[in-house]
């Protein structure tokens, strides 16, 4: 089954402090880490299995960065999102938000909240990457957001990098259609 995901690249590996600003801001837009009824948080096993840990624990295991985790933000208590976060060396961290199986208002939902928070965090923003078809590979993603490289395959849908940022990518712009959305970000689609 494709995915539909938005993938925030941010500058930096966050902190433990860093990364609760970030979900307390999506937090005021309804996109809680802590489930609604349980008071508790949870992260995702190998298989997918979900783990209640404390808020604080999950805030604090990515705040160490010891490998790539899997957590859930709630909607509501029967509605979540995945979020994958991971670092990328020398110096990006990627959280990666899967829309699957969310009416479409639910999705939009969580694509505003994502959107709010990186306008509050547009200085530290590389992009945001928007695969609505969930046809390019994570790898693929990291090449055209962090190298330049557009992927030989399959393209995601759009993406948006801060304006400030267009002139390293030159490869990326080539054939592509750049639309300046006036708030310090510029959409690329292919």
Known sequence: ??????????EGRM???EFRAVTDHLGQS???VEHPMLGCGMLLDVVGEQV??????????VGLSVGPLCMQFWLSADTDVVCDVRYVAPDTQVLTFVLNGL??????????????????ELDRTVALLVDLGGETAEEDDDALVLYGRLPMGPRPDRVQFRTDRLSIIPAVLAGAEVTDLGNGLSTVRW
């Open 1 to 10: 089954m494709l995915e539909t995901y938005l993938s925030w690249y941010r």
């Open 15 to 17: 902190d433990e402090s």
């Open 30 to 32: 309804g996109l809680t």
């Open 52 to 61: 209640k840990l404390p808020v604080g624990r999950i805030l604090e295991l």
């Open 103 to 120: 009416t479409e208002s639910e999705r939009e939902q969580a694509t505003n909240a994502v959107q709010r928070l990186i306008q509050r």
